[in-house]
């Protein structure tokens, strides 16, 4: 019946594009997103990269190097015309420093979950991967750490140390944090994290592959914008913001704002999930943002 509600509101609801719409969001705290203090690292600390932004690799003449050399991989900020041997790609995961204070240099910290979740991954792998599922089998990857504090099957809170920062298939010593969900395909990390808040009501087994390690800089099926050798930096022209529909077809929740439909999608269906005795219907809608 979940199911059939969500999938049916989809078929009903209208895509709107309206310019000038920017949703609120009155269930959600100020800032849902994942931030270094959430994850236990000390003030000074910010995101240095976010998620589905363009970035140029360096690669052999043909497969990304790993681990890319000094000042790469970097954002795209505006038009940039690729060099030989270099390779854009959108970035699905976000980057935090990892500075045990502001201006020092970077050094290993250990962090802390952030999420309650079963550990499926701890540590291991080209990467350094520590992987946590959360409720719903979407998965949040830690990259590049330097030691977990977790073994695999543990119960994390999002006060656990999960593990200590580092640079393991990297360049630089930081924090990478990237989500999947349980059909392996990316979505955003900051939901993914907004959706790890809830606790486990019963005990969770890991869905299928859960502990298996992603490419941080496979393809995702979002292309860069290349035009003659020149990279641009990757400007969504719509968001996709999902909204719980009641009485009238008037919207009496903005669940929130995402880049991609899929994200869109797997909020509603999350929220349909838990509330399973309303009946109102759950849509996402596309929405052009100004200026794009």
């Known amino acids: 019946m979940v199911l059939f509600r969500h999938w049916l509101a989809i078929g009903l609801s209208v895509l709107t594009t309206v310019s000038t719409a920017r949703a609120q969001q009155p269930n959600v705290p100020p800032d849902d997103r994942i931030t270094p203090d959430r994850l236990g690292l000390p003030r000074g600390n910010d995101r240095t990269s976010e998620p589905f932004i363009t970035r140029i690799y360096k690669t052999d003449g043909g497969e990304i190097l790993r681990p890319q050399p000094q000042n790469y991989p970097f954002p795209v900020k505006s038009d940039y015309t690729l060099k030989e041997n270099e390779k854009p790609r959108v970035h699905e995961g976000l980057d935090i420093s990892s500075r045990p204070g502001p201006g020092l240099p970077p050094q290993p910290l250990d962090f802390e979950a952030g999420v309650y979740g079963l550990v499926v991954k701890a540590g291991d792998g080209p990467w350094g991967t520590i992987s946590v599922q959360i409720r719903d089998g979407t998965v949040l990857q830690y990259l590049h ?38 059909h392996d395909q990316a979505i955003s990390p900051d939901l993914a994290f907004r959706l790890g808040q809830k606790t486990l009501a019963t005990p969770i087994k890991p869905e299928d592959d859960a502990g298996a390690d992603f490419d941080p800089d496979q393809f995702l099926g979002i292309e860069p914008e290349v035009v003659n050798g020149v990279v641009r930096p990757y400007r969504p022209r719509t968001k996709w913001v999902s909204e719980v529909i009641g009485g009238g077809g008037k919207v009496q929740i903005v669940l929130g704002e995402f880049p991609t439909y899929r994200d869109a999608s797997h909020c509603s269906l999350d929220w349909s999930l838990s509330h399973p005795d309303d009946l109102r219907l759950t849509r996402e809608r596309e929405v052009k943002l100004e200026g794009r």
Do not use: N
């Open 145 to 182: 750490t330097s030691a977990s504090h977790v073994k695999v099957g543990d119960v994390v809170a999002p006060d656990t140390r999960l593990g200590t920062t580092g640079r393991k298939g990297a360049g630089a010593i930081h924090l990478h944090v990237q989500a999947r969900d349980k």
